[in-house]
């Protein structure tokens, strides 16, 4: 089951989502839904990931809903996809 | 502060409207399915749920003798063997499926400049354990059910509740849902190409590509047999320039595609 952020009423239609299956050759994120369009925001770098769709088409509230509940997401997508973890910059380590 | 509903409406409006849309019409009648056996204007897809109403189409195809390619058809029932032939001739693209976008977002997707990177539907073979979708421009990718591994948690697809939402960027499988891009990185190489001229531009190296399939494919790079973490980390990073070819056969193996394909993703 995907992991769903629970967003307050003002912010319907859109969705905050991490799936079960992911685009896992990138970092780390969750996918921002409304209606036709996605943006992801990365859950290391605490950015927006992609320069199109505009970010600035997402509202600060989600953004600020997404910051609030930052380590439950963290923990959701850990959960998911232990082989690529928030936390562990594989990387960087080697 | 930016205003959550004034965003997406400029948004959804920039995004609707192209020029190349195409029109869904269910077809629900005899008539209907007689017309869509000779209309010629390419951008109506006919959706054909009703197994009689697809016979329908293909008698009249036979009758009428049209030979001009007309628009797209979607088949939501069985199609026997011996109907694909003429469907195939006449129309532009056929696409069989057991579940598709709901009505109005077939609409919404159809009228988009992206409708490629979406899915409008597929179907299932349990005996093959494949699933076939449907692209929004009607180019189809099969793929194995092990594209949808289990989470770390233990959610598992259940292929037998199969459908597309999301105006085509999601696929659900019961209570699993995957994003539609994870399966298009593996199977659409054109997809691929433009992430790799987007997203991904600045990291475009060979052994870029190897660190996002591995990544993928949730492997560590201790899971190589016979090559050592640290020579998969040097050529991940680039810092192996010319690595052996018997090296790049056993990651392109462990990988599952051909050393050929490695770079393109």
């Known amino acids: 089951m995907p992991f769903e952020l629970a967003l307050p009423d003002s912010c319907k239609p859109w969705k905050v ?10 970092e780390p994120h969750v996918t921002i839904v409304f209606k036709t369009t996605r943006w992801r925001y990365s859950l290391r770098s605490r ?3 992609d320069k199109q ?12 809903e997404i910051r609030a509940k930052h380590d439950v997401l963290c923990r959701e997508w850990d959960a998911r996809f232990p082989t690529n973890p928030v936390t562990s910059a594989e990387e960087e380590r080697s | ?38 209309s010629e204007d390419k951008h ?32 939501l029932a069985n199609a026997r063997p011996a109907i694909i032939p ?17 009505a109005e977002e077939l609409q919404e997707v159809w009228s988009l400049p992206d409708r490629g990177e979406r899915f409008i539907g597929g179907i299932v073979d ?24 289990p989470t770390g948690n233990g959610i598992r697809p259940d292929f037998k509740r199969f459908s597309v939402i999301e105006y085509g960027q999601t696929l659900k499988f019961g209570e699993y849902e995957s994003d539609s891009e994870a399966i298009l990185f593996e199977f659409a ?46 050529i991940e990073q680039g810092k192996s320039k010319n690595p052996r070819a018997a090296t790049l056969e056993t990651i392109a193996r462990v990988l599952g595609v051909q050393k050929k394909e490695l770079a393109s993703y």
Request: proline share 4%; charged share 25%; hydrophobic share 40%.
């Open chain 2, 189 to 234: 190489a054109d997809f691929r190409r433009k992430l790799k001229q987007t997203r991904f531009a600045e990291d475009q190296g060979l052994g870029a590509s190897i660190r996002r399939l591995r990544r993928q494919r949730r492997l560590s790079r201790n899971e190589f047999v016979n090559i050592d973490a640290k020579t998969i980390a040097r």
């Open chain 2, 1 to 38: 502060m930016n205003s959550v509903s004034e965003t997406s409406a400029s948004t959804y409006s920039r995004r609707v409207g192209h020029a190349g849309a195409l029109t869904p019409i269910w077809v629900s009648s005899q008539e209907q399915a007689a017309e869509a056996a000779v």
């Open chain 1, 47 to 49: 950015k927006m990931l």
């Open chain 1, 53 to 64: 769709p505009d970010p600035k088409g997402v509202g600060d509230e989600i953004l600020a």
């Open chain 2, 126 to 149: 349990e005996s093959s354990t494949t699933l076939t979708l449907w692209r929004g421009n009607f180019e189809s990718v099969t793929v194995p059910f092990g594209a949808f591994p």
């Open chain 2, 86 to 102: 003429p469907l195939e001739r006449r129309f532009t693209a056929v696409a069989f499926a057991s579940s598709v976008l709901p």
């Open chain 1, 17 to 26: 989502k991490i799936f079960d299956n992911e685009l896992l050759c990138e």
């Open chain 2, 44 to 75: 109506i897809v006919w959706i054909v749920k009703k197994p009689h109403l697809v016979d329908r189409v293909a008698y009249e195809i036979a009758t009428v003798k049209t030979y001009k390619k007309g628009g797209y058809l979607v088949l």
